[in-house]
């Protein structure tokens, strides 16, 4: 009987693996052919321009929907990584995935969502979605604890998996069709009167913190300049959240991780967003990289950069 059971419960833990394997590994066919190819194509020129200075652009879609990097890299001479996809990869994976192609004297502008839970760390069915589809060799960056706390997606993202088993090739701001040579997306969007609003929570964990002071410790060991700056958020969001985006601020100002610019700075007028209070039209995402460029050219300036 004894004999029996432990062979039933092995079989059993076999199976689920088994299962879990078949879940992690299959293509979600509307990511293939989705702006989320983004994450393989900015692998592949970070791997090519390993040993050159370059600036690279670490955010969730906020810096692939409203940043124009070639306006950066005509004000700055410089080849222009724009890694930035969806903010449901989470923090953690947006840095581990290209943290080794970046070298000495490399630029990190870093601008995540604002959020501070364990969701926007460690990600959520979309990093598995992403992942399985684009960069299945990715999965051994995933940490123990990631691991934990992602599982629970695994079921999810199979599902969304089989929802877009007959999804059609698309074009549109959220197709590949749409990535620029950066990484920006390029395609024409119009503002949308009806975006949704979003509520933010004021609270960043101690799990999130840590990570962020890990990025800002990795790139001064290794010489890199990390440029910390808020998202772009829409006005009518700012001002609804205000008290939440203090103390996400605030927080991190007490932990020595502060913005390198007020949050304030980066909020603009609803007209200049697409279709969330994230994603900015082309005239948004232009306006926004002024404001970056000026950033950067102080920031680079008191480093001795330039």
């Known amino acids: 009987m004894k004999r029996f059971i432990i062979k039933t419960v092995f079989l059993t833990l076999v199976s689920v693996v088994m299962v879990n394997v078949i879940m992690l590994y299959g293509k979600d066919r509307h990511s293939l052919y989705s702006h989320e190819k983004n994450v393989i194509i900015s692998y592949n020129r970070l791997m090519a321009l390993k040993d050159t200075n370059k600036i690279v652009i670490i955010a969730g879609s906020n810096g692939g929907f409203s940043i124009n990097s070639q306006m950066i890299s005509e004000a700055f001479h410089r080849p222009v990584v724009n890694t930035s996809t969806h903010a449901g990869i989470g923090v953690r994976m947006q840095f581990e995935v290209y943290k080794d192609f970046l070298c000495k004297g490399d630029v990190v502008i870093f601008c995540p969502e604002y959020g501070g839970d364990k969701k926007r760390l460690y990600g959520e069915s979309t990093l598995l979605r992403i992942l399985s589809t684009h960069m299945p060799f990715a999965y051994r960056k995933l940490s123990i604890p990631q691991w934990i706390f992602i599982y629970k997606y695994i079921g999810i993202s199979f599902s969304e998996k089989k929802d877009h088993s007959r999804a059609e090739d698309f074009k549109g701001p959220y197709s590949e069709h749409a990535l620029n040579e950066y990484g920006d997306i390029e395609w024409d969007r119009p503002h949308n009167d009806s975006i949704k609003g979003y509520r933010l929570k004021g609270i960043v964990g101690e799990d999130v913190i840590e990570y962020y002071k890990y990025i800002h410790r990795y790139t ?3 010489e890199i300049l990390l440029v910390f700056l808020p998202p772009t958020f829409m006005e009518r969001d700012f001002v609804c959240n205000s008290e939440q985006i203090d103390s996400i601020a605030s927080c991190f100002e007490q932990n020595g991780i502060g913005y390198q610019a007020q ?20 005239l948004g995402a232009n306006k926004r990289t002024e404001m970056l460029i000026e950033d950067l050219n102080r920031i680079l300036s008191k480093d001795g950069k330039i």
């Open 263 to 282: 949050p304030s700075r980066y909020s603009f007028p609803d007209s200049l967003y697409y279709d969330t209070p994230y994603h900015m039209t082309q």
């Open 220 to 222: 001064n060991e290794n």
